[in-house]
Each structure stands twice: as C-alpha cells, then as structure tokens.
C-alpha cells in the first residue's frame, strides 16, 4: 500500500482507538503507550508551527480538536483504573511519585500552577489572538484578491499565478477562521482537568475509605498522588498543546524557522542584549544580592551582545523622513495610466469574486481589445474614491480625469437604441455613446426588452464607457515602452523585419508616431508585421511621419475598408466634385490651409449629412474623398463626430463595391 493510500486510513483508525479507549477497559501497559502518544503528539504540534509558516499548515485546527478527544478518551480510560484497581499504570505513577516528589500537597500546588498558566496566561491569549487575527484576515481578503486581479490585469502574472494566490488567500482566511474556534478547544480542555481531577479525587478518597477499608490519610494520599500524576500526565499535553496554539496565530508574517527568526532578530540588536547584560551585572554589584548567578548571566548577555555587535557593525542611518518623502514626490510624478475610481455604492462592484465584476470584465475586456485593435489595455487600478458621489465614477487617464458617469445600484440600464415602448424607470443617458436611457428595476428586464430597450447591467455600463474611452485615447496609451514590447513580440517571430527597420532605418519614436497616427484613426494595430513592412519600404524614400502614416494607411486598404464597415454596407459620403477639386487644389497651393468660410459650410453641411444619414441607415457614415485633402476634412469631420471614418479613395479596397453613396452637394 502506498504512503498517500494509508494516509487515508488514519482518520478511521484515530476514530476506533478513541471509542475504543473510552467503551473498553484497557490494562495499565497499553494505557502507559497512549499516555506516552499523548504526550509525543503535543510536542509534535508545537515543533510543526515552530518550523512551518502556520497557515501553510491547514489541517493545525483539526489535529487540536483531535488531540483534545484523545485526552479526553485516556482521561476516562485513567479515572477507570484509577477508581476500579487503585493502580493506572507506570507513567500516572511516577508523574505522581517524581514530579509532586511523594507529597500530594505540593503534587497538588504545581498541578494548579500549571492548570492556571495554561487557561488564564496561554489560552486565553491565544483565544484573543486568534479572534483578532480571523477578524483582520478576513477583513484584508478583498483588498489582497484586488490586488491580485490588479496584478493579473496589468500582465504581471499568469491566470496560474492568480489561481494559486487566490487559493492561499482563501486558505490564509479558513486558516485563522478555523484557528478562532480551535482555540476554544484548549480553553475547554483546561477546564475539563480541573473537574476531572477533582472528580478522581474525591471518588478515590470514597473508595479508599468505603470500599478498601483504608484510614482517610492513607486513602487521600494514595489517590491524591494517583490523581495529581493522572491530572499532570494529561495537563502537560494540554499546556504544550495550547502553546502550539499561541504560537500558530502569533507568527503569521514569519517565512522561516521561529527559532533562526527570533535569534537573528534579537542578535541583530546587540544595543537591547548589551545594555540588559550590563544591568544585570549592576543588579549583581548591589549590597545583599545573589553575586555569582547574577554576575554570571550578566556576562554572557555582555559577551553576546559584544559578539552580536562585531558581527553587524552599525552604520549611519539616513532619517526616517527623508526617504520616504522623496518617494512620494516621484510616485506622484509617474501616474497610473488607467484609473477607475468608484463611489461608495459602486465599489461594490469591484468585487474580485464575483464573476461579473470590474476584475473579472476587466481581463475579457483586454483580451477584446488586443484582438479588435492589436493594443494591449494598461493595467486598468480600481479604487474607492471619497470625492466622488456614492453611485458615481470617474475615469482617469494619466492622473487625468476624461469621462464620468453614474451607476444606480440595485437598478439596471435600459439604453434606446430605436423605436421604444414606455416603460416606468429614471430618466439618464448611456455615459458612453449619449443615447437616451432610463433605469429600471431588475425585476422589469423581461418588460424592458419586449418594449425594444437594450438593457444593460451596472458593470457593463461602466465597462462599455472604459471601451469608448480607451478607443478615443488610444494612441495616448501607445506609449515608447508598450511600442518597444510590440516589437519585441514581433521580433520572435519576424526577426529580419524587425532588425532590418530598427535602428537603422527608423527610431522606436518614430514607429511609435506611425502608430499612434493609425489608432488615433480606429486603424486596428492586429497585422503588425503587415504594418512594419510597408513602413520598411516607404522609408526608403521618406522619414517624414505623415507621409509613412499615408503609405501604411495604402498598404492596409483591406484591413481600413473592413475597420470601417464599408464590407458590411456602411454607406458612403462623398464630396461634390467640384467642391473637392477646389479643396484639393487649395491643398496643393498651402498645404494645411483652408478657407475659414469654406471650412463654415463644409461643417454645417457634413453635420446635416452625417446626422441624416445615421438616422435613416441607422449606421454610422463613411466619408470617402481624395487623398491630398483626408487630413483636412479629417479634421473637420472630427469636431462633428469622431466615431466617422475618413478614407481616402485608394484606401477602399478594389474589391468593395459600396452599396449606398450620399453626395455632399450643399458646401
């Protein structure tokens, strides 16, 4: 049978000897290797949390509870031979003969002492302890499960990793949990003797004088010694037992061996052991002292505390102040680049175990984005924020704040995306698109989409307003260290293409400024190595940026064309020819430059087309014109609405032939 198989069976065979010892008489020899297990399983305990971090060790509470229903089991199998044959073995007797050295009364005196010790002085601390320790762990676990999922977010560890100190956070909680009421155990335990020892004293001296005949001297001399020897026998356990338990919920920081711990910490003070060896010397010198053991401990504190100091010469010590405080003032220089901070109420939804919360939306949301647009989203920090309102959040971006919203708890989002039905609810508007909304009750979902409404939960509200944020800053995100990681990536796999452009051809800064100028443009960055092959052969003859950008931008026709859903049926604008001659012959002459009356009505007009367009297609337009002038109604297109796309006629793939084209005559 293997070792893991029998591990099985121990539970089991506990379970038998325990019922056993208690329903059966047992002679006074296999009683003698019980008492002896008792006492070798205590001392096991207390070792097991002096050199293993305590948590770590999940089933301590258990074997607690165990190791008090073995005592309480040999107690039972000890009182019955004590008052049945006046005679409970080798271990009872010598404890009762050796430790109270044949004197009940001091027998008696040192079984208080120590019955004392271990309920008021090592019980009930660890008592207090353990409740103080079950209550801040439990109170710390969301915050150290929202760092986790912080940490998994911003890439710095794997869906392994978080799995696994997930799973020690958890067990770190039912650790000290479980710990609180095992301490009550001990507590027990130590009351349970003194009743125990009392019972066996007062039903030996009945059966000395009742039943054996004895003189009440001789009678409470024997069964006090059996009892006190049977009371020490089971209260050593316990006392070494409830230690065990102090120490389980007194280190829970410590890593290594407690021993190693508590002599290099001491040791690394040698001031504390210097000065305690020179006073007691200073004791020993006193008129009518004990001169030899007092000088005599005095100088091995001062030996040791000198070697201790050789060993870890002092050096001069910066103030406390000064470190910190120029930390904080560069932490405030480097921002997070992602911030979601939360009202009250909302932080509620930052919950990490919850699997529609922030956390858990948060990494789906990165994985969307890194697929649709080919940017990896920054770590995204959740935090509770006092300034706010309690249903409210702000996004941040750089320490910056962009867009805000509100979230109704207990509501839902109810957003019309076209012709409704009436509904009772709240007025609002979706914080992310602007559109008319209304919160409703949970319970009207069902009604809610019968009427038409597109309705949404509270994390998903905030979820889809951190998309749209992230889509209209994006190329704000793309910064020269994500740039650098991006073509490491590529790198691995397309290594000549990468060395070929960098840094012989083009900089990181200038990649970088490509880039952004196509995110900025809602161009997905998903054919990387697409794009740093047309900028290896564009840069051959240019290093200008806007013109690389544009070469990109030709080379990626299909991948524009599909971006902006002209595959799909998206319909067209385009310009009155004559109107986009002249722009275009202005553009030639001043590059840049466009008349400020023309540039009135190209607004007014676009604005029109845009808005009738999008009304009756219920899509959102494509703008189509020459390429000498798509910088410049990109621009002004941009002020009217950003979610348009603007291409220029080469970059519509020969392919797509568009299903609707709207002329812009009115300019």
Same mark, same amino acid.
């Given at each position: 049978?293997?070792?893991?198989?029998?591990?099985?069976?121990? @539970?089991?065979?506990?379970?038998?000897?325990?019922?056993?010892?208690?329903?059966?008489?047992?002679?006074?020899?296999? @009683?003698?290797? #019980?008492?002896?297990?008792?006492?070798?399983?205590?001392?096991?305990? @207390? *070792?097991?949390?002096?050199?293993?971090?305590?948590?770590?060790?999940?089933?301590?509470?258990?074997?607690? *509870? #165990?190791?008090?229903?073995?005592?309480?089991?040999?107690?039972?199998?000890?009182?019955? @031979?004590?008052?049945?044959?006046?005679? =409970?073995?080798?271990?009872?007797? /010598? %404890?009762?003969?050796?430790?109270?050295?044949?004197?009940?009364?001091?027998?008696?005196?040192? %079984?208080?002492?120590?019955?004392?010790?271990?309920?008021?002085?090592?019980?009930?601390?660890?008592? /207090?302890?353990?409740? $103080?320790?079950?209550?801040?762990?439990?109170?710390?676990?969301?915050?150290?499960?929202?760092?986790?999922?912080?940490?998994?977010?911003?890439?710095?560890?794997?869906?392994?990793?978080?799995?696994?100190?997930?799973?020690?956070?958890?067990?770190?909680?039912?650790?000290?949990?479980? &710990?609180?009421?095992?301490?009550?155990?001990?507590?027990?335990?130590?009351?349970?003797?003194?009743?125990?020892?009392?019972?066996?004293?007062?039903?030996? %001296?009945?059966?000395?004088?009742?039943?054996?005949?004895?003189?009440?001297?001789?009678?409470?001399?024997?069964?006090?010694? *059996?009892?006190?020897?049977?009371? #020490? =026998?089971?209260?050593?356990?316990?006392?070494?037992?409830?230690?065990?338990?102090? $120490?389980?919920?007194? /280190?829970?920081?410590?890593?290594?061996?407690?021993?190693?711990?508590?002599?290099?910490?001491?040791?690394?003070?040698?001031?504390?052991?210097?000065?305690?060896?020179?006073?007691?010397?200073?004791?020993?010198?006193?008129?009518? &002292?004990?001169?030899?053991? #007092?000088?005599?401990?005095?100088?091995?504190?001062?030996a040791a505390g000198l070697a201790a100091r050789r060993r870890t010469p002092e050096t001069p010590r910066v103030p406390e102040l000064q470190a910190p405080a120029f930390e904080d003032i560069y932490r405030t220089m480097v921002p997070d680049k992602l911030v979601v901070e939360l009202g009250a109420a909302a932080a509620a939804l930052a919950n990490p175990d919850s699997p529609d919360g922030l956390p858990a939306r948060i990494g789906g949301l990165r994985r969307h984005l890194a697929r649709q647009m080919g940017v990896v989203l920054p770590p995204v920090r959740l935090r509770e924020s006092a300034e706010l309102k309690a249903t409210g959040y702000a996004i941040l971006l750089r320490g910056v704040e962009v867009a805000r919203g509100e979230v109704l708890p207990g509501h839902l989002l109810a957003v019309a995306a076209g012709e409704t039905g009436e509904i009772p609810g709240v007025p609002a508007r979706d914080p992310a698109f602007g559109l008319p909304a209304l919160w409703i009750e949970e319970a009207r979902r069902h009604e809610a989409e019968v009427a038409g409404w597109t309705v949404v939960d509270l994390a998903s509200v905030i979820i889809t307003h951190l998309t749209e944020v992230v889509r209209r800053h994006a190329d704000e995100l793309l910064d020269r260290e994500e740039v650098q990681r991006m073509l490491e990536a590529v790198r691995r796999e397309h290594p000549a293409l990468v060395d070929d452009l960098i840094p012989g051809t083009l900089s990181v800064a200038e990649v970088q400024e490509v880039l952004r100028g196509l995110v900025r443009e809602g161009v997905p960055l998903t054919d990387l190595p697409g794009i740093l092959d047309a900028l290896g052969r564009a840069a051959r003859t240019t290093k200008d940026c806007k013109a690389l950008t544009a070469a990109v931008r030709r080379a990626l026709a299909r991948l524009i064309t599909k971006s902006a859903g002209l595959d799909r049926g998206a319909p067209v604008l385009v310009l009155d020819p004559a109107v986009e001659q002249r722009l275009v012959e202005d553009a030639l002459r001043t590059p840049g430059a466009l008349d400020p009356n023309l540039a009135e009505k190209l607004v007014c007009a676009l604005a029109d087309r845009i808005n009738a367009v999008t009304a009756s297609s219920r899509q959102m337009p494509v703008v189509v014109c020459a390429g000498e002038i798509r910088e410049t109604l990109r621009a002004l297109v941009e002020k009217i609405s950003p979610r348009v796309a603007v291409l220029a006629y080469h970059e519509v793939a020969v392919d797509v032939k568009p299903t609707a084209v709207v002329r812009l005559q009115d300019a």
């Open positions: 049978m293997r070792f893991n198989d029998a591990g099985s069976l121990v @539970l089991p065979v506990f379970a038998g000897i325990v019922a056993a010892t208690i329903i059966v008489p047992l002679p006074w020899q296999l @009683l003698d290797l #019980l008492i002896a297990a008792n006492i070798s399983l205590s001392l096991v305990l @207390l *070792l097991l949390v002096s050199t293993a971090r305590a948590a770590e060790v999940t089933v301590f509470p258990t074997a607690i *509870l #165990l190791a008090t229903l073995f005592r309480t089991a040999l107690n039972v199998a000890s009182t019955r @031979l004590v008052l049945s044959q006046g005679y =409970a073995g080798q271990v009872i007797q /010598r %404890f009762g003969e050796f430790v109270a050295a044949g004197n009940p009364i001091l027998g008696l005196v040192m %079984f208080v002492i120590i019955t004392v010790v271990q309920f008021v002085v090592v019980t009930r601390g660890a008592e /207090r302890v353990a409740e $103080v320790a079950a209550r801040f762990t439990l109170d710390a676990m969301p915050g150290k499960q929202m760092s986790v999922d912080a940490d998994l977010n911003a890439g710095l560890i794997t869906e392994e990793e978080a799995k696994k100190r997930r799973q020690e956070i958890r067990r770190e909680a039912d650790f000290y949990g479980a &710990m609180d009421g095992a301490s009550r155990f001990t507590r027990g335990d130590a009351v349970a003797g003194l009743v125990i020892v009392g019972v066996n004293l007062l039903g030996g %001296f009945a059966v000395g004088v009742l039943q054996q005949q004895l003189s009440p001297a001789e009678a409470f001399t024997r069964y006090a010694l *059996l009892t006190i020897g049977d009371g #020490l =026998a089971s209260q050593i356990p316990a006392l070494l037992t409830a230690a065990a338990t102090g $120490v389980a919920v007194t /280190r829970a920081a410590e890593e290594d061996d407690l021993g190693r711990s508590m002599v290099a910490q001491i040791a690394g003070q040698p001031r504390a052991v210097l000065g305690t060896g020179l006073l007691i010397c200073c004791l020993g010198l006193a008129p009518g &002292m004990a001169h030899l053991p #007092l000088l005599g401990v005095g100088a091995l504190l001062v």
